[in-house]
């Protein structure tokens, strides 16, 4: 199983970023899906995540400037990044809860980051 995480790039402050992870491989079911940061010399924290039902949940400093949102047919996760602040800038990385075969306990899996940077 893989996970490839996209989109990051450098962005002015105020300005929109989407971030994108396919998952790959021997998958039975996915999970919960989220998305992490981590800036150096700090935890990685999470950003948003999402049920496989769609239930949502966001860190505080996210909140009403960041979605996230899955397409469970095509096993990919979103994170849609609006109204940036320096404050932002991070790695970003890509989870999800996947179970590889039926007999099989869920698993977690990470994308190997995508730096968003947010600066003038």
């Known amino acids: 199983v893989q996970l490839q995480a996209s989109g990051g790039g450098l962005v002015q402050p105020g300005g929109s970023l989407r971030l994108s992870c396919a998952a790959s491989?021997?998958?039975?079911?996915?999970?919960?899906m989220g998305w992490y940061r981590q800036t150096p010399g700090t935890q990685r924290e999470l950003v948003a995540a999402?049920?496989?039902?769609?239930?949502?949940d966001y860190a505080d400093s996210v909140k009403g400037r960041f979605t996230i949102s899955r397409d469970n047919a095509k096993n990919m996760v979103y994170l849609q990044m609006n109204s940036l602040k320096p404050e932002d800038t991070a790695v970003y990385y890509c989870?999800?809860?996947?179970?590889?075969?039926?007999?099989?306990?869920?698993?977690?899996?990470w994308g190997q980051g995508t730096l968003v940077t947010v600066s003038s």
């Open positions: 999402i049920t496989r039902g769609g239930i949502t």
């Open positions: 491989g021997s998958i039975v079911s996915i999970y919960d």
């Open positions: 989870n999800a809860d996947i179970r590889r075969r039926s007999w099989y306990q869920p698993e977690p899996f």
